[in-house]
């Protein structure tokens, strides 16, 4: 069974700053994976899909890598901004189109 | 283009009581996902369609749960009776064959058991 970890499980960081948001899978069989963006009271927004033949994707300040062989995923968000704040989930696509994913990393921008 | 539209947004109930809630997908989509989203973790997936039949519905407290969707556009998630621990938001997304990896959710229901 597939297991999604997401750390850390919290982050709070001044404007400005550049950082890392990591994702660990068990499984390294997967067919993709994507990071999602959720703000509070609302559904999850796609950021980013990386498939498994892939290592990274990028969209604007946002860079997501994978390693599958290692379990690994990092989301690189450049020069962080207020309106970055949100929880950003990590979800591992399996056969069928399955999502699993982690619990997010909650994270705050201060002005 | 319409998103995925879900109501009601907020439900309270007492313990042992039911509840429904529907989800109209984007036009068109074929597949269509229930979540369920417990406070400070991850979506898990309850059920998922395509078009009117389940593709998979392994995490689906059948006891309690139980989802349609009868023309395969629209779909009803039902709980009865609820639970103390069934207090989460309930996603509701939709994909079309034609794009699977692009899921769309809509901003889901809350539910809270008293």
């Known amino acids: 069974k597939q297991e999604v970890t997401q750390i850390p499980a919290a982050l709070s960081v001044p404007e400005g700053e550049n950082l890392v948001l990591n994702c660990s899978f068990t499984?390294?069989?997967?067919?993709?994976l994507q990071w999602f963006r959720q703000d509070p009271g609302k559904g999850l927004t796609s950021l980013l899909l990386?498939?498994?033949?892939?290592r990274e994707q990028t969209s604007g300040r946002l860079n997501a890598s994978l390693d599958k062989s290692s379990g690994r995923s990092t989301l690189y968000i450049a020069a962080s901004q207020p309106g970055d704040s949100a929880t950003y989930l990590c979800?591992?696509?399996?056969?069928?189109?399955?999502?699993?994913f982690g619990g997010g990393t909650r994270l705050m921008v201060k002005p | 283009e319409a998103g995925v539209a879900q109501s009601p947004r907020y439900k309270i109930i007492e313990k042992r009581q039911s509840v429904a809630f529907w989800c109209n997908p984007i036009?068109?989509?074929?597949?269509l996902y229930w979540y369920q989203q417990i406070l400070g973790q991850g979506p898990k997936l309850l059920i998922q369609?395509?078009?009117?039949?389940?593709?998979?519905d392994s995490q689906l407290p059948k006891d309690r749960f139980s989802a349609e969707r009868l023309k395969g556009v629209d779909s009803t998630l039902k709980i009865q009776p609820a639970k103390l621990e069934d207090s989460a938001v309930y996603l509701c997304?939709?994909?079309?064959?034609?794009?699977?990896?692009?899921?769309?959710f809509g901003e889901g229901s809350w539910l809270t058991v008293v």
């Open positions: 997304a939709s994909s079309s064959l034609q794009a699977r990896n692009t899921i769309y």
């Open positions: 499984d390294s069989a997967i067919y993709n």
């Open positions: 990386i498939q498994s033949s892939q």
């Open positions: 979800a591992v696509g399996g056969a069928g189109n399955m999502l699993t």
């Open positions: 036009s068109g989509h074929a597949t």
């Open positions: 369609f395509q078009n009117n039949g389940v593709v998979d």
